[in-house]
């Protein structure tokens, strides 16, 4: 009884800390314009790529290690994209895969690439995750995330967090540190509390470009030709990481803020095992974007390990005929990247851009960004 009194009087008092960060001094002032802060490395390689069919082998070689991050499936096309923004893009993609790559090159796990190349990615205000997250509706960045490890089926998840600077370490907390695959909201926020993890103001995740982008989606509402809620728009960011180390471990990753003008305690795909992540050693490591709703319905991630195991179809062919066959056939628009257990990936999506690359052990850094 008494335990259970501490523990009650305990966790009021963890939620009273998490609303003192929430009002404590905004972290950023608005105004941020929403663009990469730091110096722009030199220009990256950005490989030309080919038709859809092709798309979903985009690395046909296997390697020792290897590691594929995207930073979302979305509507931007290249006239409407500055060579400058393009620049910051493929930056922020190759930092990711270069801090990847150095843990895998060294002998270190697949789990502790994807999670600090995704870290640095939610980091960025570029990206629809972390710093970079979209609004809700009602002018909140509410995030979802999720982490698994292909070698013990082992997964964690989290959804609809407002304070924590990088949900995906959080995911991977819930694995490792609890006896739970998904945790949401303010129980999340007391968990990462407990955990160490770190905490920010609600005003952290504040960028004038998102906020723009929330009043556009909203004013789109308010016109007869209106989208629906949560329709894809100039959605572009949600980010995710795969990866296969030394020894043999796959891992797969996902970090969004979900899509712009979404409804408060609405979750997508990206936090959802099967579904936004996948790992298996048996078959492969997948991570998604796109629209939410028809990732869910289709189990994208999973359903592309499930062919590669059961129809011993190849990731390309797996990947390709769930993103380029059921969900076009269905309206769902988005991407994946995949990655089977000799390193062999593959990266089709079905708008007219995403946000992707690769660096194996003999290949890269390649970052590509328009489908030609
Ligand atoms: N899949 C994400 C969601 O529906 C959004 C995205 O990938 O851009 O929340």
Redesign the pocket.
């Known amino acids: 009884m008494s335990y259970r009194m501490t523990a009650r009087t305990t966790g009021a008092l963890r939620r009273l800390a998490i609303v003192a960060i929430a009002l404590g001094a905004a972290a950023v002032a608005p105004g941020d314009t929403g663009v990469a802060l730091g110096p722009v490395a030199a220009r990256p390689a950005v490989a030309q790529t080919v038709g859809a069919t092709e798309q979903a082998a985009a690395q046909e070689v296997g390697a020792e290690w290897a590691i594929a991050v995207h930073g979302?499936?979305g509507t931007a096309r290249r006239e409407s994209m500055t060579p400058e923004l393009e620049s910051r893009y493929a930056a922020a993609l190759t930092a990711a895969l270069e801090a990847g790559g150095e843990i895998l090159a060294s002998g270190g796990s697949s789990l502790d690439a994807v999670e600090a190349a995704l870290r640095l990615l939610e980091d960025s205000p570029l990206f629809?995750a972390g710093k970079g997250a979209v609004f809700t509706h009602d002018g909140r960045n509410e995030l979802?995330a999720s982490i698994m490890d292909g070698a013990s089926l082992a997964a964690g998840a989290v959804a609809a967090v407002h304070h924590v600077k990088n949900p995906i370490s959080l995911a991977r907390r819930v694995m490792e540190a609890s006896p739970h695959v998904m945790m949401a909201g303010v129980g999340a926020e007391e968990f990462a509390l407990e955990q160490g993890i770190e905490l920010v103001p609600a005003t952290y995740f504040f960028t004038e470009s998102r906020w723009q982008s929330l009043q556009r989606a909203r004013e789109a509402e308010r016109r007869a030709d209106a989208e629906p809620v949560g329709a894809l728009g100039e959605?572009l960011?949600?980010v995710g990481a795969v990866a296969l180390d030394r020894h043999g471990n796959l891992a797969a990753g996902t970090t969004?803020g979900?899509?712009t003008n979404k409804r408060f305690g609405r979750i997508?795909?990206?936090p959802i095992i099967g579904v936004?992540t996948y790992a298996d050693n048996r078959a492969c490591a997948v991570s998604?974007?796109?629209?939410?709703e028809f990732?869910m319905r289709n189990a994208v991630a999973h359903d592309i390990c499930a062919r590669v195991l059961y129809l011993e179809e190849s990731i390309g062919e797996a990947a390709d005929a769930v993103v380029m066959g059921v969900l076009v056939e269905q309206g769902g628009d988005?991407g994946v990247i995949a990655m089977d257990p000799e390193g062999v990936i593959a990266m089709p999506f079905n708008t007219p851009s995403m946000l992707r690359g690769y660096v194996t052990s003999e290949e890269g850094p390649v970052v590509e960004i328009f489908r030609e």
Request: hydrophobic share 15%.
């Open positions: 979302g499936a629809n979802d959605r960011g949600t969004t979900g899509m997508g795909d990206s936004g998604g974007t796109g629209h939410g990732f988005g």
